[in-house]
Structures are given as C-alpha cells and as structure tokens.
C-alpha cells in the first residue's frame, strides 16, 4: 500500500524571523515539523509513497500540521485525531556566531503523549508496506507513545516490513538512563539505523573510536543490517572528514559534503534519512548510492527556511552529477 | 471512487495587500484560484471525497496549484502534467466603494488551454463517481479545453454520474454568441445547472423576469432536473431579496442571506456550489437545505482572504442552525 | 507603596493576520494580554503607581510577558520567577461577519497554574496599597492559583485595602457550578464588583431583569459597595441602551456609549475596570464620572491591535469633554 | 512648456501600519505628500504636462521625493537641491472611531524653510505655463519661503498665467492673525480659489452663512474668478449637501458626493483640486463639469493608501458617467 | 538629445524573499528588470541623459515598468504602448550553496514580441544622440522584435550615433544556430561590444583562448573598435583574474573585482555597461579609467535587492579612489 | 539608590530591511539607540540597577524611547519632559561589501539639545550611586547639554561616584578642534575611560604607537584610573590582535576576540562599556575579567537586530566558558 510509513510527533513550529531574539519579536514564522513528518514529506516529494501516522488535536493547529503534510503529497488518512491533548509547539530564535540557535520546548501533553496503546491498526496498514520509519523521540514523548512505537516495530517485524529507526536522542525530552532503558530493546527490530557519533557513545553507550569501529560494535551488539553514522552535530559540509558513512553487509562506506551556506538547518538529518532509503529501496546493494542521495538532499535542505523539504527528485540527482564531474575533472 | 470530480483551470492569483493599487504595490500576495478547483476545495473540506482535474506546467507554479488542492485534501492525481504552457496567472486590485475590485487575468496558452483531447481517461474516472462538476469558464479557455469538458459531459452521461454546471459567463473570454454556441449543447447534459439571472438573459437567451420565471423557461427548455439561480452580482447578503433560489420537481425555494463584513468575496459563488452539492448529495429531494448549505458556507466564504475555502462542516451547521432560532424567535 | 496591585494570568497572545483563519496564516502577530495585567497597565498608563502579580516562567516568553508590562511603567518587581510551568499561550482568530472572531486557549500547566501557596508576601505588599483587584479568572486556573487569590481578598481586608473583582466566567476553564462554588465566597471580600449581566444570572444565579433590578440583588446578598454592570457581550457602543450601569449608595446610574469602528475588542473590558478605577480613586462619590471614565476608555481601546491599552489620560479626558458637548448642543 | 506648475513643500510620510498606535508600532510604512506635490502628481496622471518646484536636501529622503514625483510623470528639473536644510517629515496614526487620525509633523528647518529669494527663476519658468498653483501652506513654512510664494504670484500675473490657490490654513503652522496678515496680500493675485467654509471666517474673517453667500462675500472683497468651496472637514461623501461648490460669473455651482470607504482620505482635497483644474483648463466654461472632476477624483483617491494620487483619467470619466447614469435612472 | 538610447524588453519581476523556494512562498516581491532598462537607468542615475525605448501594454503592470524607469530619471516618452501583449514577467527563486538561483521566465507574448516594424521613429529619436545600446537578447524576442532592432542599428549607424552591444546570449530564447544567425549581421553595426567569455565561444563561434586572444579574433572578424569581456559566470570579485578586459586600438586592459558580500546579482551585468559608457563617452582615449568605472558600479549593484542601480556618482568615484589609494599603500 | 545612571540622547532609529537602500525602500524598522541608553539598557538586563537620564519630547517618539529603556528594566522617572524639541531621529541603511553601512542623523533642535542648566538634580540623583557614565557625544549635542553635562561630573566627583566616560566622537556633530576644547576638561573628571585608538590621535592629540603606550600617555597626561581601548573600527572578531585592551595601576591587560557573524553591530561598543562596568564593579581588581565580560557581550550584540542589548547575563557568562575551555584545550 505504502512505501514508507513514518510515525511520530509533528509540531507547530515557531520562529523569531531576521535573526530576532524570541523576547525581541513581534511576528512569528509558522512552520510545521517532527522528526518523523519530514522524513515523509522529503520521501514524498522524491517518488517514495509515504504515509505519516500520528495523533493530533481536532483543532486549528491540528489540523495545519496535517494540511502541510497533505501539500507534499503524504497519506494522512492514518492519523488518529483526538480531542484530548494539544499540538506541540517549538519557538526557534536562529543564532550568529557566537550565538547559537536555540530552541524553547512546549510540547508537554501532546495529542501524540495521550496516545492509547491499540490505537492505529499497524496490522492493517503493515501489508503491502515497504519500510517502516521512526525514531528515539517518539517513545521519549510519552509511556504511551513507547508503547505504540513498540507495537509497532513488534508488527513490522512480523509483516516483515523493512524498519529503519532513527536514534535521535533529545535531552530535553528524558536523560540518558532512561532513553537507553527504553531505546536498547527497540535496536532488536531495526534493520537500518541512523545515529549520530555522540549518540552511539552518550546512548548506546558503546565506547568512542572511528567510525567504522563504533559502527562494527553496533553490528556485533545488535545485528543490525546498516548502520549509518554521521558526525556529530556536523553539517553536511564540505571538508576532509566524511558528511557520513555506512556499515553494510562487512563494509565501511563514507561519503564527503557539500559547501553549505545555511539558511536552516533544521530538519536536515531527517531529509538524509529520506534520501538514503528512497535509494536504499531501489537498490539495496548499492549503499555508497544511498549515502550520495543521503548527503545531497541534506545539502539541498540547508537552504531555504523552514524544517521539512521542499527539494525534488532531479535536483537531487542533478547535484549528485555535478558532483561527480567535479570529483572525476580533480 | 469519489464523490465529486471538476475539471477545469486553476491559476496563481497574485494580489496587492491593503487596498494598494497594482501599479503602486511592492509586493504581491499569492492564493491560487479556479472556480471548478474552488469547489473541489470547499467540497472536500465538508466531507466529499473529490478530485480536481486539470492540466498544469510541470515547474513551481503548476506544483504549487497541485500542492495547495491537495493541502486542503483533494486528490490531485489525475491532474495532466505538461511541458507546454503555462501556469495561468491573475492580478487581482481590491477595491472600495466607489473604486470596484479590479481583476487583471493572464491566462492566455496556459497548460489546460493547450490540452489535448482524450488526455483524461473519463472513463475510468467516471466509475464509481457520483458527480461531475464543470463551468462556462472551461469551454472558453481554448478549443481543445471546449473538447475535452464536452468528452467529460458525455462520458458522464454515459455512466449514470450526475452532472452539475455552472455557467459562470466571463466577457473577458469570449463574446456572448461564442459562449452560447459551445453552451447551450453542453446544457443537454446537465442535471444540476448554477446560473446568475444576468447570464440566463445575456448567454441563455432567456428573456428577463423574476427568478421563478427564468428558471421555469431554463427547465422548459433544457429539462435541467435543478435549476439554481443566484441574483446578479448579488453578494449572500441580508435583505428582502432571496440570496439564492432554485426551481426543482415544479417547485420553487428561496433562501434569505446573512449580514456580511466582506474581507474577499472572489470564489463564494464556487463556495456556494459546493455547499449545495454537499446536501443535495446527501438528500436530492431536500432542495432548501441545499440552499441553506449553499448560502451559509458562500457567506462565511466571504470573511477571509483567498478564493478558496476555509470553512468545516460544522461551522457552516451552526451558523445555520443560528439563523434558524433567530428566524424562529422572531 | 502602590495606587493598585493586580494579580491573575497574564499570556502570550498569538493571533493570524489580516482576519486569516489560523489554519491558513504563515505568521502569527504577538501580543500580550490577560484581564489583570491589561487593568494593571491601562491605569498605568493613565496615572495610577500600578504593580502586576503574578507566575511567569524564566524563559523568553516569561520575559517577554513582563518586559511588555514594564514598557507601560507597570511594576514587575513581584512576579513569581520559575523553573515550573510553562507561559499561557492564547491563539486568536480575528472574525468579520458571520463569522465570529474565535479564540483558542493554550493555558494548562501555565507557571500561575502551579503556583504556590504563601508563593507572595500579601502583607508586605498590601502596605501602603490604595486598591487590589483580580478577577473571576484567575481562580478558574488552578486550585493553588485560587488558594493564592483568596491569600490576597483576605490579606487586602484585613490591611483594608480595597477590593476590586471582575466576575469575567470563561466557560471554557471551569463549568458554572464549580466557578459558584469558588466565586461567591470570594464576593464577601469585593468592594467594587463588575460584572456582566449574563454572568449576574449564570454565575451568580441571580434571576435575570432589568440593570438596575440585579444590581440591587447583589446589594443585598453581598453587601458589595459599588457594583458595574455592563450589557452582556456589549461593545461601548453608541445606543439607546446603557453601555455601562452602576449602583452605588442606594442609587443607580448609566452611561450611554461611543461610535466605535472595532479593530480589536479583546481587553475592552478590563481596560474599562482601569478607568472606572482611576476615577473612582479620585473621587469615590461620582460615580457617574467613573462610568464616563470607564465607558470612554473602552471605548479608545477598540481601535488598535492588542489586549493592552496605549490610551493616554489626556486622550480620554478630550472624549468624555466632547461628548458633553454634543450632549450639551442636542 | 507646462500645463501646471506648483510649488510647495513636499515632505516623507511615515505611517503606523494596521491602525497601530505610534508609540506601537515596529516598522513605519513610507509614502511622500505636500499639497502642491500631490496636486502636480494627480495632474500627472489625469494628463497635465506638470512640473513641481520646491527645494529638497541632496540625500537619500530628499531624492526619494523627487523619484516619487517623477514616478508618475512630473517635472523634478526645477527642484532646488539644497546642503541645508533637511527633508520634512510627518508621522501618521491613522484613526478609527471614536479614535481620529493623528499627524505629528516634523517639519521645522526643512530644506524649504531655508529657501532663499530669487533661487527660482520664475519668469523662466512662466514662459509658455498656463496655470500656477500654491497654497496657504508654503508661505506659513518660513519667512523666506513666503516670499519665494510671493515672487512667484507676481511672476505669474505679470505673464499672465493662470493662478490657482488652496488656502488649506495649518493652525499648527501659524495662528490665524499671522495666517491672515500674509495670506489676504496673495489673495489679490489669484485667478481660482479653493478653500473650506471654516478657512473662510477663521482666515479670511468673512462672517459664516451658506456657500453660496460666503463665496459671494470672497468674490466682492477680492474679485477673484472662481471661487470653489468645499464643507469643512466634510469628505467626498454621499449625501444631502454639496460635497463641492463654486461661484463664478456671478453664478452658484453645487456638486454631490460619493459613497466612500474611506481607505486613506490624506490628499484628498489636494487630488480634487487636481481634477478641477484639469478640467477647467479644457473648458473655462464648464465650471459645473469641473466640479464633477474634482469630486469624482477625490473620491476614488480615499480608496487606497498614500497621499499622492494613483487614478488614471479612465477612471474619472467612467465614474462620473456612472454617477450620471444613476441620476438619470432615478 | 540624449546622451543614451537602450532599447530592448523590460519584465516585471516577481521573486520569493528570504531564500523560500517558489513552491513555498506566500508572497512575491516585485522588482522590474530588463537588460536594456537596467542600462538606462544605472545610466540615468551616474548623470546621463537617457531614454528608454520598449514596447508595454496599457495595464497596471505596463504602467509599473515605466513608473519605475521614470522614478530614475530615464526619459520614458518613446515607449510604444500596446492593447496587444502582455508584460512579461520572470519569477525569481534566490539560491544559496550549493543550491543555485533559478530564474522562471514567462515572457512569450509580450508587447515587445508583438512590436511591429516601424513602430518606432528611429530617424527622430538618433537625432542629437551620441550611444545607442541594445542586446542580444532583443532580436531573440520575436522575429519582429529582431526587425526593429536591426533597423535601430542601422539607422544609428547612418546617424553616426555610437552603437553599444551586449550578446548576452540566453539559451532558454533561442539555440545557438538561431542567435549566431541572427546576432552576428548585427556585429557589424557595433562600435563597443560587451560580450562574456563563454558567448564568444557558443554564440560567435570563436575559439577559447585567453580574454585577449578572444577579443583580438572579434577585432580581426567584425572590426570592433572596443571588445569589453568579463569572465564567463563570474561576479565582480576581488581575486588574481581580471574581472573585466577590453581590447581597444590594438591594446589589452584588464580590471580586477572587489570583495563582494552579494544580495543580489541579477542586473550587474547590464550595470557594469553602464558604468563603463559613462566614462566612455567623457573620454574615448581612457579605457582603463571605463574598465574601473564599470567594474566598481557593478561590485556596488551587488549590495541591495533589484536589477536595477541606485547607486550614485559618487559612490562609484569614492569606491575606486578607496581602491586606488590601497593598491598604492601595497 | 542606582548601581548606574548614564546620561544623553536617545534617538529613534529607522532602518530599511533587507539590505535596501534608503531611497528604495517602502518601510522602515524601527529601533531606539543612543550610546548611553545602550549602555543603561545592556547593564540593567545583566543585573546592575540602572537609570537613564535624558531629555524628551512629550509626543509618541518621546514615549516610545522611554518606553523601551523601561521594557528592559531601565528606570526613566527621571527623564526631563519637554513641550519643546523633538526626538532625535536617524536613518540606516545597512551595507554589504564593498558597501559600507550608511547613516543619516537628523537630530538637529532635539529635546535633549535644547536642555536647559539646572534641569536635573544631580545632586538628589547621585545620592548612594555607584557609577555615572556619559559619552563625548553628550556634550556635542548642544552648548547646554554640554553645560549639564559638565554639571554631572562634577556633581558625581563631589558625590564621590565613579565617573565612566566613552570619548565616542562624532565628526558628523562638531569638528576636533571643537571637541578638544571641550572634551579635554572633563577628563579631569573621569575614573573609567573608554576610547578607541584613533580618538586618541585624533581628539586627545596623543601621538600615535602601540595601544599599551598611548594607554600609558593618557594616564600620564589625566591620571585615569582606568583606561580602556579598543581598535579603532574593529569589531569583536576573532584574531592575534586584542578586540579590547585596558590599563590600570601600571599594568597592561589585552582580550581576544570571537568569531563574530555580523547581523548589526550598532551599538556593540556602548554594551561593551556594559558588560565591563558590570564586572568592575563586582571587583574593581579583575581587569582582565572586565575585559572578558565586554568583549563577550559585545561580540553577542552583534547577532541581533538594533543598537540595544537582549543579552542575559547567563549568556555572557556562558560564552566566557566556552572560550576558556577551548583555548584550555589548545
């Protein structure tokens, strides 16, 4: 039915624009965004057949949330609207060297943190289903939420649906125990997962080392098929390290960046996952491809405003061209 | 496989904020417009499953139209995407009293004009659908535009789905023996017909009269199941004047409008349609309460910027379940 | 220490522009408001030493809150700072005929719904204070926002400061009769008592009547010095009808209203309380000017964006002045 | 070599947007005006070859007025560029009932105030010019720019041109005896006058009576040829009396309004005299026609923002049939 | 007359702020633009009398363009206006790295491409003129377009008006076969030619080599008296290559760029001819000095939004005095 | 009483967004600056008790710079009303390279220039103050804001509060030998001297050399306790040189810079002053901890939009850390 099925929380996003302060401010920016949301809307909009599964309030707000996703094409018939909980909020205040981007949270009592466990049909939606996506924030919302977000790894594994997690650790949201309590049972259903380099130490708590090395520890701990890595808190630039790199099949694969000039990085690491597993599902061997598309689409999504991908497939594979020509011409 | 299919052409409307002149402003507001899309809008807002058919330019603008249909829950999937022409566009001055709101179009060897025949497969559309809706508007777009709505009539015909028509005369298309040559034969099939008591004198040919009179001539020469008329120009205002009427099984109905505060009146008449077709789908031999549906929602329709609909289900049950205590206490 | 001390919830207001449905704007305008800082800063601006009490968040929107209450000279030196509970948030649709202007409530778990009791010294700040007032709000928000705002009524009597007390029931915080339950013990405190004439019968279960007839009901319940009661739902607006009626020492007295070309009517009525209270502070035996105060500011407050007044003495001086003098020249 | 000819001050606008108070607002939306410049741009427009005197500084405000002046076709050669001086600016906090329109000017020491005699080369200038046209405004400017003014009038009556004049007093400019002193000399070189009933007798001290008398009164004192008076403080608005009237070869011309809604009326009376001189120059004799243009006009520029004019002669004319086919029908 | 005639195609432009994608954008910014406008008036604003010659329709968006045009002092008196056709417009989507700025052109049909042969009065216009300008893109308008330009280039040259042309060849008009066919007969009629690097390969037909080999090769092919070649795709930026060369009486002059923090690059181009023709024509003998003039008017036309110039005089002479001064402390 | 009270002019500042030049652009920001409210601004949001002191218009612009000193805390009670003077204004216009930032004062006959002697009682003011800081621009402004000036510092010497002063010289307001003449003096005066090197030379007359030996001549020359320099024109960037050096008690201190992403660095040099006054007096020994306080506010001001400060004391003390850290790590 669906090539992708994402599940977690979306929130309204708001932000101070011109590099306000958030006290500065007199209008706000609104966009939507969530970790899970825009790896659905960036897959969408590059040819993947998504569907993203949430629960949001029957109100304006929530409804917005779902209109966007709608805009790019994703499947929301899924969602499970509630007239219980709000919708979440994030106010972003983008820095300047030396002031950092800071975000203020206010997504406590969500729709998605009242979520009751039975509440989506993954039985139903699983058949014919090609992977199934989420990430560490989502059992970090709520007890509930962990408990759907289990039911439904438990479900794809059963169907057989392709899972691909992303760890995403959010300190605001739990400390370190207890993510690892929850998040460590969850790496038995994963089949491809997405970390970054900090997470595999603070989280997993494998011990720091290259790569490659801290990838083959997770591979030996949990089997997992591809583990993707990228650095930490990198951006997908240009430089001599890799923007990110893959452990498959017994083989280390790194990719390089891109010059970035940014104007939003938000939402970045979320469209790599989209554009890794949109090229993962069409080839599954090819996994420096899958980087590429990776890499490139997390490039593309640095520039222009907002968290969730407004990029389409032949400017992603366009970059990738040029790319090489430039690679081959050195 | 859906309630409620429209076909016709949708353009980018750009408009100048603040009752600013076009020549004097230095930015533009964008909305998307189109009388059919609108009424796909505002009908799948209320609850009708829909489709909007048209043909578009495979760049920005043409996906913007396609995104921002889809936004509000219209399937967008039998939109004909094209390499030729463009994406309509027009201008739009609002006014105020006495300076009339000034509409500039650009519409000329847009995609739907350059469409060719047989690029919509009616046929499978039509299966499973329960009405088809197109306007005047889409004959007078081009030649092959003309060809392809006819195809669409008569294949609806064909498979039993209902069709509605509006016959939405624009001088700025084509003169009036030109629209009433392409037409009048249209009118043949049409079950469900919207016109204003100017265009059933001017496109029609129908001599003037009171409204019962016009739209007993329109059925005795047509045999149109439901005739719909609205006052020419009339916005849904209150005022002794019925807002709406409509002649149906012999049988004449009236309905009273609202006090309106108008923010942008364009698209309430395709408001209005929606509306009308929402209850008239739920119960054909309920004429009034279609009307009440169609004037309820086309005055709300009235109270934000934008030609397409913002408005739920409920708000419109309410507001006339308001009117009919204040008619009742009075 | 302070001509007035207010004490309730103050809120980020976060509203859609240009009369956008929420669902369709991409900005939101920031204001400020909440019934007891708009009193404390409308009287601010018009000459009253006025302080602000309240919980706030240390977070920029906390800061903001206050820093807006600061900017009209209102003290903020006895806001409640902490790390619990987030800033109320408040979300407003501007409407325009039929269509009602809608307001949705982001509130729950607010740093004032979880204040503490003996959270602020009543004594020390009730030295030298001339008059408290807080509303029928503020007790809606929490149990230990109403154990602190009955601290206060108590604390203010016995440092026989006098009490002013809005009744202002939101339905949406708490049902009629938990708010009785609450409010009318809390009426034993109150000296000046404003209140609607809806909220006369639904809160107070008084039978309905004329003005005068319920005012003299609560006179002989209560006890209450001074009661104002204003028209249900009624703008200051220019009328056969009182826009504003008070009963005081045995004797009644109305005051008719203003033209008003509406831009904004949130916070009219607490802006009224301001005048009403400026006034009556100058001279507690004209009641008559009170309501002239009251009634012209309000009617000010109408004609700009925002919660909170910009109104200033001289401004409200020159209307009552005008509107003697066309009354004068009838 | 002109059709028109004004001088005057023109100054930056700066406006709170959205019916923000001042003190409110965050951003200021820029325009440009000055009676005589928005006379010579509404003459532009409609078709007088016009040209606008004044002197501006050499930065970036004194050549925004001049851009915008030639923006819409005027003359900007014989504006004196200036090291002194600086631009003239005035806030506007534009108004809604009870609440009126408030100007605070910012003017004092303007590049114009510090004109000096003889910087204008008049009687180069008046060579082939067929009408003149200053107000009541320039000389109340500064000592020196009265006698610029003064130079000026004598020039064009010795050549023979044409001079039209607004009295337009500016009670915060200068009090009415200074006003009087200087204004009753200039009167003795004017050809038409404009001017309110209320500038009749508080300037010009002719005792109030109807238009007509009052016209006449002017007329005997000062032999002017066309005296054209407009209600004081009246808009161009629909109704029982004259939006506009006028005396000339001792006979009495009255002209009715429009229904208005009222965008920005700032420079409405400066667009009427525009639209009167345009057509009395095409017909001396028609003096009822040219009150029909200088209400129509004035009535189309309260419809949009700013204060200089943007309506085209089309414009005029088709409203002026309108109004005319409306009073046929009646 | 005047000192400069450009004629050619100006577009309204239509552009997203703040780096938003086209697809994702609420509201367009509106600029004008067109290479031969853009000469005029960065022309007209450095102090040279000129007029610009095009052809508009009579509607807002033709009126703006003129506008806009006059605001800067360009002579706008010979603009062929049109009832056929209509503005072109180009909608811009500013990119950032390593995303690219898009340029969307919707600009078939215009009033230009409509014009018709001899609609222009040549012979009238050349009389007293010393530089004519035009470019390639012209000719790749429509076939008449090409027509009138053909007959401009001739009847100035039999005027002994000075020719000035930039190739300035656009793939998304014309092939190359097309341009090279069209645009090489007019060569002939050149006297100062501005061409890229890349144009001289792909459009004339000549070989790649170093800038003054190039040049040399139109010399000894056309006779060319000054070949102006900047790096193909490059900005104005500081760096070890010349920014721009020319080739001139048989010697080589190369210019280097600045340091650039660019807003906006569209129109720089068409900046620097202008730059470099005013100094041209205050001294045919200083080629280097033109070569400045145009490299440091076109570093400035970088630093604020829009094609078209509002830099001064002297700002450009400050900046290449700053220059000047620190190649000499070096 | 205060920790700080500074005096001067405060302006309202109107900048063209987005890089526009200032005769392009529609709409201004507005922002309020003036250094020595800057520097009462910036301290008070860190922690220290602070008034300003100044002269304003009783009008809106008055208003809203008293206003916004007190949003952030600042105490405005005794700021001197006046019917007479207007408010200071002045226009930006933000640069890009090679385009330096531009800025047009109109402050001319402003409030505080037309102060009158004795207009403050500094006497009463000084009573338990901690330190008084005023600029060179004070005294530039007017000869009696010269005089009351003069009259501060010598209140606060005989009151024994610190005396700050930044030399701030302004070639736009009076000439060197101007300044001198009256600068000169008031060092006497001074504990806390900031000045950039080029003030150095070019107002106190000190020859040119290292910042260490002019810090040395002025102290020889005025015995200022403490003496603070910053490179003339450098921003708080990154480098080997010093962002900002001091001297006291014979000895020499120097602080690096940040890496600083410029948005506006108006004002950055006033909440230096702040941030360093800030910690000096916390402990009058740790120079070079003050010099770590306001290289580090200065380069955060930087980040935002205006010349006033947003920066919380946790921020600064944040950002310390972090400096520290890395070069520990190094």
Do not use: C
């Not at 929530?62 to 018939?77: L, Y």
């Amino acid at each position: 039915m669906f090539d992708l099925i994402t599940f977690g929380e979306a929130m309204v996003r708001l932000s101070a624009p011109d590099f306000k302060r958030l006290e500065q401010t007199t209008t706000l920016d609104i966009n939507i965004g969530g970790a899970e949301m825009n790896v659905a809307v960036a897959a969408a909009r590059i040819g993947l057949k998504s569907s993203f599964v949430t629960a949001l309030p029957s109100n304006p707000l929530g409804r917005m949330i779902a209109n966007k996703a709608r805009e790019h094409g994703v499947d929301t018939s899924h969602i499970v609207w509630s007239d219980n909980g709000r919708a979440g909020l994030y106010f972003v205040e983008f820095g300047s060297a030396p002031r950092g981007t800071a975000v203020l949270y206010d997504r406590a009592d969500s729709a998605l943190a009242q979520i009751q466990p039975d509440a989506v049909d993954w039985d139903k939606l699983f058949s014919n289903t090609r992977v199934f996506h989420t990430t560490g924030i989502t059992p970090g919302v709520s007890d509930t939420a962990a408990t759907v977000a289990m039911e439904a790894l438990a479900e794809a594994r059963r169907k057989k649906v392709l899972v691909s997690f992303d760890v995403n650790y959010r300190e605001r949201l739990w400390n370190r125990e207890r993510a690892r309590a929850v998040l460590v049972p969850m790496l038995e259903y994963v089949d491809v997962l997405f970390v970054t380099e900090s997470d595999i130490t603070r989280v997993l708590g494998i011990e720091a080392g290259d790569s490659e090395k801290m990838a083959r520890s997770i591979f030996e701990q949990f089997g997992t098929k591809v583990i993707v890595t990228t650095a930490s808190g990198a951006s997908i630039r240009e430089g001599k390290a890799f923007a990110a790199a893959a452990y498959a099949g017994g083989r280390f694969y790194g990719e390089r960046g891109y010059k970035v000039e940014t104007v939003d990085r938000i939402g970045a690491g979320d469209t790599f996952v989209a554009g890794f597993l949109y090229s993962y599902l069409s080839d599954k061997t090819d996994i420096q491809q899958a980087l590429q598309y990776g890499v490139a689409i997390s490039a593309l999504k640095h520039t222009f405003p907002g968290d969730i991908s407004w990029i389409n497939l032949d400017e992603v594979q366009r970059l990738i061209a040029e790319k090489e020509s430039r690679e081959i011409s050195r």
